[in-house]
């Protein structure tokens, strides 16, 4: 299985993002920012609900 993406590096393809933010807007997002598979993956897998700050989108993907 592939390395869980640190906060930064989500973050770096999120930046811009207006919050609060569901799962489709976060990987749409990383997708337009050009994130690696790596990070996609981790956004994919968290839940589908709305996230209202970039620490709410690490916590998800930690708890993943």
């Given at each position: 299985?592939?390395?869980?993406?640190?906060?930064?590096?989500i973050q770096k393809?999120?930046?811009?993002?207006?919050?609060?933010?569901?799962?489709?807007?976060?990987i749409s997002r990383a997708k337009e920012s050009g994130a690696d598979s790596n990070v996609l993956d981790a956004l994919q897998s968290i839940p589908d609900q709305e996230y209202d700050s970039p620490t709410a989108v690490s916590s998800a993907v930690s708890d993943v």
């Open positions: 299985m592939a390395e869980t993406p640190n906060p930064v590096q393809f999120l930046g811009g993002i207006d919050y609060p933010a569901n799962r489709d807007a976060l």
